[in-house]
């Protein structure tokens, strides 16, 4: 049995096709988790979610924006933007199955492998959130994605603020601050104040803030953390930090790291993939 982890995949469904290909994937042998966005950009999405039911458990998906907004869409709690590509799912004639099953996706997940846990999530935590906590708070948004105030939460989902996290925080403002974190995060200020204007590279940090994984007195610093969502990053290799997405809608990879016996075991395997769109167009 293998385990693996791969990156953004947003509707590119022949990449995800020949990854799984080269990885020599068996979904009665091997583990695969996905770091979120798996639809939209691309030219398939509908056919990415039917390829993960496809394979049941072996492919384990968690949410990342792109998903929501999908789930966004289909509710009318947000019109579709001139750059997405989400007809395939929303006129499909099994509509509503794929999106029944992306609901039932989480938005954090934890494995243990060879005695060492790897946490999951698609963009951040916010420093002041251990490992633990951060699956809690994501189980809050499960709980309310797979119930019947879904489409009431979604009409609330969007929106910059709160811009910080805060015990005290109850209901939508609580829901909204832990997607936010956790599908959207890129750079914070050293009190865990999020930014949601700059998709630069780590290395071009606005002032006075800081890439989330950064943060000196980040809680869940020594879990190993493996997570997508920023393309500009790229690949990112560091003892207790995988980045993922290294931009397959935009012409760059698709990628996946296959774990040896240890996490510390790791092997980076990749596809080119087709530019299916030009960023800033």
């Not at 004639?93 to 954090?108: E, G, I």
């Not at 397959?248 to 993939?273: I, K, N, P, T, Y």
Request: a negative charge.
């Amino acid at each position: 049995m293998a385990l693996y982890c791969i990156g953004d995949i947003q509707g590119c469904d022949s990449a995800l096709a020949r990854l799984l290909d080269l990885i020599g994937f068996s979904a009665s042998r091997d583990t695969v988790y996905l770091l979120g966005d798996l639809v939209n950009r691309g030219p398939d999405s509908a056919a990415v979610l039917r390829r993960c039911m496809a394979h049941g458990d072996a492919l384990r998906p968690l949410l990342g924006n792109h998903d929501l907004h999908l789930l966004a869409a289909a509710h009318g709690a947000r019109p579709p933007s001139r750059r997405d590509t989400l007809a395939s799912v929303l006129n499909a004639p099994d509509r509503d199955a794929l999106l029944q099953w992306l609901r039932l996706q989480p938005l954090a997940r934890q494995h243990v492998h060879g005695g060492q846990a790897l946490l999951m999530v698609h963009a951040g935590v916010l420093p002041s959130w251990t490992a633990a906590e951060t699956l809690d708070l994501a189980d809050e948004v499960h709980r309310v994605l797979r119930g019947a105030d879904l489409p009431a939460f979604l009409q609330q989902m969007y929106g910059n603020t709160p811009d910080h996290w805060d015990d005290s925080l109850t209901g939508p403002d609580r829901l909204r601050v832990v997607v936010n974190a956790l599908t959207r995060l890129r750079f914070c200020s050293g009190q865990g104040v999020m930014d949601f204007d700059s998709t630069e590279s780590a290395s071009a940090a606005p002032p006075g803030l800081l890439p989330w994984f950064d943060v000196p007195g980040r809680r869940t610093a020594g879990t190993l953390m493996a997570f997508g969502h920023w393309s500009t990053l790229g690949w990112l290799n560091r003892r207790d930090l995988l980045g993922l997405d290294t931009g397959c809608v935009w012409g760059g990879c698709l990628s996946a790291v296959r774990f040896g016996g240890s996490l510390d075991d790791r092997e980076l395997l990749q596809v080119h993939c087709e530019q299916a769109q030009a960023p800033g167009t």
